[in-house]
């Protein structure tokens, strides 16, 4: 063991662990993508069109979007239950996955 090479305690296992195989640890963890999947298990991706099976009330928009209405090009945020599309008249709309099937 060398003398000058850093150490860092490891949550997940309970260990301390040297910087570099840390480091590497990390880098294999930021490669994992969510996935996400619609309502009846279909993997969704960035681009994907969707189609709502529920009518859903927007909060804070006065608007209902009703079952069937087709949502283009959505955007994955990186949990796997919602998905961020837009849709005209609201801005920043968040769907959760279990409301759309994929198109």
Request: charge should be negative.
């Amino acid at each position: 063991m060398s003398g000058d090479e850093d150490f860092v305690y490891d949550e997940a296992t309970g260990e301390w662990i040297s910087a570099s195989e840390a480091a590497a640890k990390s880098s294999a963890t930021d490669e994992d993508v969510v996935e996400v999947r619609d309502a009846v298990g279909n993997l969704l991706t960035d681009g994907d069109q969707v189609t709502l099976i529920k009518d859903l009330v927007v909060k804070g928009a006065g608007q209902t979007l009703k079952r069937g209405t087709l949502i283009k090009s959505i955007r994955l945020t990186g949990d796997p239950q919602e998905i961020d599309c837009r849709y005209e008249g609201i801005k920043g709309l968040v769907l959760r996955a279990e409301f759309v099937k994929k198109r």
